[in-house]
């Protein structure tokens, strides 16, 4: 039996300002998929908030993209929607941009995750979800624990993870279709490297085990600028990461995010700022952010998921909480200069380039100047 685990998240409305959701509306979410498991469509799921995101992690047989899956996602999201609004809740239906469900939620605005695999004897896995984050966000860690001894030692010391990890990364600002390139490492790390650095364009898809072929990790690839061509929200992505034997351990996995590392979110989702690993639905309070980021962990047998195990709630990360406040108040500091703000093509709100538009007029050119 093959099992596959989807995690589909959407804003659908929060609490005083793009904070959470709240509780009738997560309580909403969780009696809908306790429905679908009584119906069959699941065999398991769990409901968790991470700031104004609800994820639904689900587990069935259906494999990924199942339309029955996703409209049952869908239809959760149009119900919690409803609450939202019902209770005059801010920015209720947020990332719900089409009219009409079509076949899946790719495209739609929800993010999703999602992978099928042959379940080992023991199944342990990671899902991470962030709030107020670049759609990149997962590159830095992705990379770093799949592709760099600093963090993955087994990669030294684990005959089965030798071989490496080849890497599937999307192009999001080519919005026809999808366009995707794999790259293998250790053989192509250079220019894994040169595509990773950016993570506002290239973006880790997904990860796969080299000697095996195995399935290791999943991310939510999509761009909600580009999907509504206007700022709507954050992407605010999710991933799925397998852990333990050929692939990295839990702690190889958790151990980049005490970089603390920078991106671009936060505040209108247009100021650089570092991502604060935080326990499962934590709010969101300064400068509209911090950046942040849970890790939950599960085994999966047969479908039927034990967990979470609320992996950034322990205090380990509490240094790394002061790590982050302290970086993003270093940038803060240069509040609205470059690259506290982000870069002007970057800029999520429209109010930068119109006011560019509108002072390009008043430049003067020196009289008698040639240059062109
Ligand atoms: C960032 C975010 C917030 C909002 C800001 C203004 O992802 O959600 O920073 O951009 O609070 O929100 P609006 O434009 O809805 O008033
Ligand atoms: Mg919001
Ligand atoms: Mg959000």
Known sequence: MKTTISVIKADTGSVGGHNRPSDEMVAKASERVAGAIQSGLLIDARVSFTGDDI??????????????????????????????????????????LK?????????????????????????PFVVFAGDKCGPGVFNHPLFSCFADPYHNAGLLLAPEMHAGFTFTVMDVNHTESDRTITLKAPEDYYDLCTLLRDPNRYIIASVTENATGLIAAVASTSRLHNIAGKYVGKDDPVAIVRTQKQFPSTGEILSPWALAQYT????????????????????????????????????????????????????????????ATEKTLAMREQGFFNPAMGPQDEMEYTGVMENLKRLDSRFVKKEGDTAK
């Open 55 to 96: 994820a639904l992690l689900m587990t069935h047989t259906r494999g990924t993209d199942n339309s029955d899956v996703h409209k049952f996602a869908w239809d959760t999201f149009v119900e919690t929607t409803k609450i939202a609004k019902s209770q005059g809740l801010y920015g209720a239906g947020q990332d719900l």
């Open 99 to 123: 009219d009409a469900f079509s076949g899946n939620v790719r495209g739609m605005g929800p993010g999703s995750a999602e992978m099928e695999i042959e379940e080992r004897a023991a199944e």
């Open 264 to 323: 671009l979110g936060d505040n209108r989702g247009s100021h650089h700022v570092a991502v604060m690993p935080v326990k499962q639905n934590t709010i969101i309070s300064f400068f509209d952010g911090p950046t942040v980021m849970s890790a939950a962990g599960y085994c999966v047998h047969e479908g039927k998921l034990t967990g979470p195990v609320d992996y950034f709630d322990q205090p380990f990360w509490d240094v790394i909480r002061e790590k």
